[in-house]
Structure formats: structure tokens, C-alpha cells
């Protein structure tokens, strides 16, 4: 059974600080893993997703993740934020393509 | 570009009606799903289908059902409504490729059960 567990249900960030919003998967195979986003009242859309390829990978508005799996970690970073990027962020787990396990979610506050 | 559109956005109903939730996508995508989300669970996965006529359980099934007669459209029918099925929902789709690999997401149904 795969599952991703995300630290943190709140995090709070000044503007212009570095975000650091984190993920563990558990996978008995290789995973595909994925970050989500979601604003108020919208959606989810993807922020980034590993498939195997590089470990370290570059998503939208500035934001990346690293592969770890020796620490079966995917902590999603993004060195500076801004007011925008206040939202809801979820991590995801899939093996198949077909279905997909989603972490509870963290929200995001960035501070003026 | 519609994607994948939701109706209705809004609906409350009383314990014990049917309602059925539409969820359409203009991508040809092999994959959909329904999730439903409440606060401090994330997405859980209700039922999802990889293909016309081949649906199957998710998560939390119980109350609902789904039938897929066509690559385009997946609706999800709550058979007897209960305030326990007070939640948003979410419709996606997916071409099912890992390497393409995303899921695309409606913008959500609040349905509120009294």
C-alpha cells in the first residue's frame, strides 16, 4: 500500500523567506510522486512531479523538490516567497498512473 | 480549453435524496476519478474508472455510485443522502501514463447534507 505523509498542517512563512513544506511517501515500488497545489476555492493544479528521472526537479512559479530515497523524502522548496504562493500544497503517491493517494495537505501563510 | 468541468458547483440536500453529481472532460482521457475533501484528511479517493464501461472502488465507496458509459463523462450518484457525505468533490482525469502523469481537476462541488 502506498501512502505519503506531510509534517506540518500549517506552516507560516515572512515574505522573501525560504519555504520548505515537507513530504514522506511510503511505496513497496518505485514511486511516482507529485505536489499539488490548490488556491481558495479552486482545484488542484501541479506544481511539479518526479517520474524517475532527475531527483532534484523545477516545478512553476519558482518552486522545486528533491527526490531523497534513502530518506523516502520529496520536501517541497522554493527560496523566496511571496504573497501568491499563500495556498494549500499536497503532496501525492502513484505507482500506475491510475490511482493516486494524496497526503492531508499543508497550508501555507506568508507574512508581509 | 474546458478541461474538466463539475456541475453542480453548489447543492444542499436533505438526509435520504439522490442527487448526482455530473463530471465531464473534453481531453480523451482514459482515467477519471472522484475524490471528496474534508478538512485534515486531504483527498480520499471514492471510486475511479480507467476506461469506459470499468469502474472500481477507491478508499471510501460506501454511499456512492459511479458508471462510465462514455470516454467523455463520469457522473457520481449518492444513492440516500447523509450529513456524513457533507463534503467537497472533486472530479479528475488523467491520460493514466506516469510519464505524462497528471491529473486534471475540476474546480469542485460543495454538497452540504442537513
Known amino acids: 500500500a502506498q501512502s505519503v505523509t506531510q509534517l506540518g498542517s500549517h506552516v507560516s512563512v515572512s515574505e522573501g523567506a525560504l519555504v520548505l513544506l515537507r513530504c514522506n511517501y511510503s511505496s513497496s515500488v518505485p514511486p511516482y510522486l507529485f505536489w499539488y497545489v490548490q488556491y481558495p476555492n479552486q482545484g488542484l493544479q501541479l506544481l511539479l512531479k518526479y517520474t524517475s528521472a532527475a531527483t532534484l526537479v523545477k516545478g512553476i512559479n519558482g518552486f522545486e523538490a528533491e527526490f531523497k530515497k534513502s530518506e523516502t523524502s520529496f520536501h517541497l522548496t522554493k527560496p523566496s516567497a511571496h504573497m501568491s504562493d499563500a495556498a494549500e500544497y499536497f503532496c501525492a503517491v502513484s505507482d500506475n498512473g491510475n490511482q493516486f493517494y494524496f497526503g492531508t495537505g499543508t497550508s501555507l501563510t506568508v507574512i508581509p | 480549453n474546458a478541461g474538466v468541468t463539475q456541475t453542480p458547483k453548489f447543492q444542499v440536500l436533505k438526509t435520504g435524496q439522490s442527487m448526482t453529481l455530473q463530471c465531464a472532460q473534453d481531453m480523451n482521457h482514459e482515467y477519471m476519478s472522484w475524490y471528496r475533501q474534508d478538512p485534515g484528511m486531504g483527498l480520499r479517493l471514492i471510486h475511479y474508472s480507467v476506461g469506459a464501461g470499468i469502474t472500481d472502488q477507491g478508499e471510501v465507496p460506501n454511499g456512492y455510485n459511479v458508471s462510465r458509459s462514455t470516454t467523455e463523462d463520469f457522473p457520481l450518484r449518492l444513492l440516500s443522502a447523509a450529513p456524513s457525505q457533507t463534503s467537497v468533490y472533486f472530479c479528475?482525469?488523467?491520460?493514466?501514463?506516469?510519464?505524462?502523469?497528471?491529473?486534471?481537476f475540476g474546480e469542485g462541488s460543495r454538497l452540504t447534507v442537513l
Open positions: 479528475a482525469s488523467s491520460s493514466g501514463s506516469l510519464n505524462t502523469g497528471e491529473l486534471f
